[in-house]
């Protein structure tokens, strides 16, 4: 895929790559004395497999795929993506799961087996976007069937500051009360002006930079990488606190606006130019493409602890807690960073940047609440018959169901600060011991709906039971999903797409792709992994051939002065070897063991 037809997300990702490629192999030249550029002169993107091409004569070369066996650890989207891919290749594999349950993040709890009786605890909905053309892809290939989301409709009520809405007069000047004149706190020329219009303010001069002149704009954009949105507000909007507070009630869940203002702009830029995005969700649930996947793939086991030496070792913990160990070609590991680190990951020559990604990595906290109705009173008292969110300073929202039978509500979907306070009330064995937190929805859903005539002792006698979870405190994934902090993207993001361990280990999921928090991310890593991968082995034969088949991967770089072959050939030295070897040569015999023409410095 050229740069031209990627999305901006994708081409950011690239930049950061190169970027980061030209600095490590300048800072080696530097630090052993080389004043001149590499000799030879290959493009990485010269064929694989040729006598001239540095990745020629891996180790395993045309045995590939007859006699190797690959690991999967994690039967998530990206686990099960990366099984897909495999076996279609003929490369045997194991998975690897913890759980149970197999699907990851893509979660879906039943309350009965009667039709439309559950509600997505995780991946839920799906925005119709380019970027989002491979999960769509996987669905028509796997006839998942689609309906409308609703992000807005009818009726859908919002409350702020007690005050309930929306307002009678659209117009009205601060209807939810923050402003200076009405007795609060928020300058009343901000209030004016309105939230929406502040943002705008904010994004335009990048989103207009970056649409004339990538490289350009990225480069502006780097110059406030280390800004939070609340950061780069403060100082370079010269906007106050209250202000500041006031937008990220209005617009997002508590302590949004501590993420990096550079990732939110790329993930403005790939709602851009979708004017009236439709969204949509999986009839039946996310459990319905988790079960299409499987039925695409073998069986497998279980759990894994990692380390590397030839082959990578994999330690197994089965059901009796007795251990065991295989042995691997290539390991896939699509666990979450802050389960990874929990892994015996000492022997695996993981670049220093890489752990720092497992110990440090920022992932959201996220919690849910689905309430099972005797009636969709929602629908019937009212009028909500288009679906839709509710809006509000609470920590609820609400989604339509099937107005005929018994229905479930999403009577909350909080993350951030707002999720931590209701997580406490959560228990390990939802429905049992929620007394409160059960009190607090209904009551709250009261008060939200209140002017439709909806009181607390009426949900009470329609309630029916609930279901509750907190991704923070399940141990299989210790976090919703990666939300990166300031710099956080741009320092960690090029290492987590980089092989280690010889090559053999990839870190795969939603947190190492640029679309990170979207199942699309988890899709793209998986395949990403893969053919960096076959790259390690000297089959590029074969990695065109998983593009062919699945389309491209945005943020693998292979046309003209592309990144793949060298993030391959990266992955296969250790970092300490850097410091040892002479000559920017040497390093490319360590890692391929032969001589042949040297890559050329990548610019900036």
Request: with cysteine.
């Amino acid at each position: 895929m050229g740069a031209d037809e990627c999305s901006f997300t994708a081409r950011y990702a690239r930049q950061l790559i190169r970027g980061n490629i030209a600095r490590e192999l300048h800072a080696f030249n530097e630090s052993h004395g080389v004043t001149e550029p590499p000799v030879g002169g290959a493009h990485i993107d010269d064929p694989v497999g040729t006598d001239e091409h540095p990745l020629e004569g891996g180790t395993l070369d045309k045995c590939l795929p007859l006699d190797v066996t690959f690991c999967i650890i994690g039967a998530g989207a990206a686990g099960l993506y990366t099984a897909m891919i495999l076996k279609e290749l003929g490369i045997p594999f194991d998975i690897l799961e913890a759980s149970e349950r197999v699907g990851g993040r893509m979660y879906t709890h039943r309350f009965s087996e009667a039709p439309n009786d559950y509600y997505d605890v995780g991946a839920m909905r799906w925005p119709d976007i380019p970027v989002m053309n491979k999960a769509f892809s996987l669905f028509e290939e796997l006839h998942i069937p689609l309906i409308p989301y609703h992000m807005n409709g009818k009726n859908t009520p919002m409350m702020f500051n007690n005050i309930l809405g929306p307002p009678v007069n659209p117009l009205e000047f601060d209807p939810y009360k923050f402003s200076v004149k009405n007795g609060s706190m928020v300058p009343d020329e901000h209030v004016a002006m309105g939230v929406q219009k502040i943002i705008q303010r904010a994004c335009a001069p990048y989103f207009q930079l970056l649409k004339e002149n990538v490289e350009e704009g990225f480069k502006k954009l780097m110059e406030v990488d280390n800004c939070s949105i609340r950061e780069y507000m403060r100082t370079h909007m010269q906007l106050d606190y209250y202000t500041i507070q006031w937008m990220e009630t209005s617009t997002a869940f508590s302590n949004l606006f501590d993420q990096a203002f550079s990732e939110f702009i790329i993930l403005g830029l790939d709602f851009f130019d979708a004017e009236d995005t439709e969204w949509k969700c999986i009839d039946g649930g996310s459990a319905v493409v988790v079960s299409a996947m499987l039925d695409k793939i073998a069986p497998f086991t279980r759990i894994a602890l990692n380390r590397a030496q030839s082959k990578v070792e994999v330690k197994l913990v089965g059901p009796s807690g007795q251990p065991s160990m295989r042995q691997y070609d290539t390991v896939f590991n699509t666990t979450p960073l802050s389960c990874s680190r929990n892994m015996d990951l000492v022997d695996a020559d993981l670049h220093p940047a890489q752990r720092d990604a497992l110990r440090c990595l920022r992932y959201e906290t996220c919690c849910k609440v689905a309430i099972k109705f005797r009636t969709p009173w929602w629908i019937v008292q009212c009028g909500i018959t288009e679906g839709g969110v509710a809006l509000s300073d609470l920590p609820h929202h609400t989604m339509h169901d099937d107005p005929n039978k018994p229905a479930v509500l999403i009577a909350s979907y909080a993350m951030g600060q707002d999720a931590q306070r209701i997580a406490c009330l959560i228990s390990q064995d939802s429905p049992i011991g929620e007394s409160q937190l059960k009190e607090l929805m209904l009551r709250d859903l009261a008060r939200l709906h209140a002017t439709s005539g909806i009181t607390y002792d009426f949900l009470a006698a329609q309630y029916i039971t609930h279901h509750a979870f907190n991704w923070s405190h399940n141990p299989l994934t210790s976090g919703s999903f990666a939300l990166f902090g300031p710099g956080q993207f741009s320092h960690l993001y090029p290492y987590l797409v980089r092989p280690a361990a010889d090559g053999r280990l990839h870190f795969a999921g939603e947190a190492s792709s640029v679309h990170h928090a979207w199942v699309v991310g988890a899709l793209e890593s998986a395949q990403r992994a893969v053919i960096l991968s076959l790259l390690r082995f000297g089959r590029q034969d074969l990695a065109k051939k998983v593009e062919e088949r699945w389309g491209p991967v945005s943020e693998l770089e292979w046309e003209g002065q592309g990144t793949a072959h060298v993030q391959a050939m990266l992955g296969r030295l250790a970092p300490e070897r850097m410091t040892t070897l002479e000559t920017i040569e040497g390093v490319l015999l360590e890692c391929f063991a032969k001589r042949g023409q040297i890559l050329e410095c990548l610019e900036a």
